[in-house]
């Protein structure tokens, strides 16, 4: 497939329309915050243009964008798994699978519910949720399978909250329930409940109409600063 160029004034990118407020970062519910230090990865806010053009991805056949071991800690809610199994993605065939660590033979694999989807996540209650781009659709969704009983759905699905990013991604469940996600193409990061309410949100601000590329986040612990790292000899 090949994609015509797209170019945006003053190297940005589109803003989500109904995010909160035009501003770099804002809180909308301090009391349902997770605790720590929000830390983002994000494109500089100088002048070069910002140019988008996909390669001609029919020299990608697969397009392998995540793969994620399965973590000791969280192996006895997967019963159809061991630990170190690995989680992977392949966008191109909207593809994703676990493979077997040590024979290397795919022992689990759906498509379906997502569309050139990105980072599948092992989550604590013995499921899967996925970034599901849902290029050409204009609404990325974040997807919740159960691998035993293939049943899946949007998370957020009636609740009001809407994001789209065509390309790349990152979520992540955070320990209060609450999650990060990182919408690359909207220039922003946000913090939403389980049941999608904003609670707070950082914008890649250039101007009052667009933002640049933001490409990860993380909520780092409260203490994660109260002792500097030292490097090793």
Not at 44 to 69: A, C, Q, R, W
Request: overall charge negative; proline content about 6%; aromatic content about 10%.
């Amino acid at each position: 497939m090949k994609a015509t160029g797209m170019v945006l004034p003053e190297g940005s990118v589109r803003k989500r329309p109904n995010w909160a407020v035009d501003a770099r970062y804002v809180v909308t519910a301090p009391d349902k915050m997770a605790p720590g230090f929000l830390v983002v990865t994000r494109f500089s806010t100088d002048k070069h243009g910002y140019v988008f053009d996909l390669m001609n991805e029919d020299e990608d056949i697969l397009h392998p964008n995540n793969v994620e071991p399965l973590p000791a800690a969280r192996a006895d809610a997967f019963s159809m798994f061991e630990a170190g199994d690995l989680l992977v993605s392949l966008r191109n065939i909207d593809l994703v699978a676990v493979i077997d660590r040590d024979t290397h033979e795919i022992i689990w694999a759906r498509y379906g519910p997502w569309r050139y989807q990105h980072d599948a996540d092992w989550q604590p209650d013995g499921t899967i949720t996925v970034y599901s781009n849902n290029i050409h659709r204009f609404r990325t969704t974040i997807v919740e399978v159960n691998p035993l009983t293939g049943k899946a759905r949007d998370l957020f699905h009636g609740t009001g909250f809407k994001f789209d990013s065509f390309i790349m991604r990152q979520h992540h469940r955070l320990s209060n329930g609450s999650w990060l996600i990182v919408s690359p193409m909207e220039g922003g990061v946000i913090e939403v409940t389980a049941t999608g309410e904003p609670v707070r949100e950082f914008n890649n601000y250039l101007d009052e109409n667009y933002n640049k590329v933001v490409t990860h986040a993380e909520v780092l612990p409260p203490d994660y600063f109260d002792t500097m790292p030292q490097c090793a000899q």
